[in-house]
């Protein structure tokens, strides 16, 4: 079963079966936790780094920022591992600058930088990252294998006149 996660939402599963997927990550970074012993995936799509923008939005959907979205994912690893972070492996995708070619806001790279000051801060680390770059991808996980497959779009250009 495809199971999609759309922008600021957390999905995992057991499902040996299963594959998680989101879409068209523009600026925004799909965070997966991955692990072989537990034989289970978590994928998260965060929009923004900070919450503080928004607080109200945070406590509906605390996926949508990395400094809320991080922590809901870490407690789940943490249910599933019985508190052993180092059985699961942590991967990001994402992070481009779409229609930000001057990096006024550099949004996808202060998301990639969040999400990695918050897992070093909980003792985790990314083992991969495929962030940056001008174009969109999307992002599937086999949950049976951990195999990730991104699709990438090239968007430079698009929307300008």
Not at 16 to 28: F, H, N, R
Not at 79 to 86: Q, T
């Given at each position: 079963m495809r199971i999609d996660v759309g922008i600021g939402e957390f999905k995992h599963s057991k499902g040996?079966?299963?594959?998680?997927?989101?879409?068209?990550?523009?600026?925004?970074v799909a965070l997966i936790a991955y692990s072989r012993h537990h034989r289970a995936a978590g994928m998260i799509h965060i929009a923004l780094p900070e919450s503080e923008i928004n607080p109200g939005k945070a406590s509906d959907l605390p996926g949508y920022f990395a400094?809320?979205?991080?922590?809901?994912?870490?407690?789940?690893?943490?249910?599933?591992?019985?508190?052993?972070?180092?059985?699961?492996?942590?991967?990001m995708y994402g992070g481009a600058s779409i229609l930000d070619d001057q990096r006024r806001f550099d949004i996808g790279r202060r998301n990639a930088l969040a999400i990695k000051r918050l897992l070093w801060k909980y003792g985790c680390g990314v083992i991969k990252e495929e962030v940056g770059g001008t174009s969109s991808r999307t992002v599937t996980v086999a949950v049976a294998t951990g195999d990730i497959h991104v699709n990438t779009v090239e968007t430079r250009g698009i929307g300008r006149r």
């Open positions: 040996e079966s299963d594959e998680i997927k989101t879409y068209g990550l523009g600026s925004c400094d809320t979205g991080v922590p809901l994912m870490l407690e789940w690893v943490d249910r599933v591992s019985g508190k052993n972070r180092r059985a699961f492996t942590f991967r």
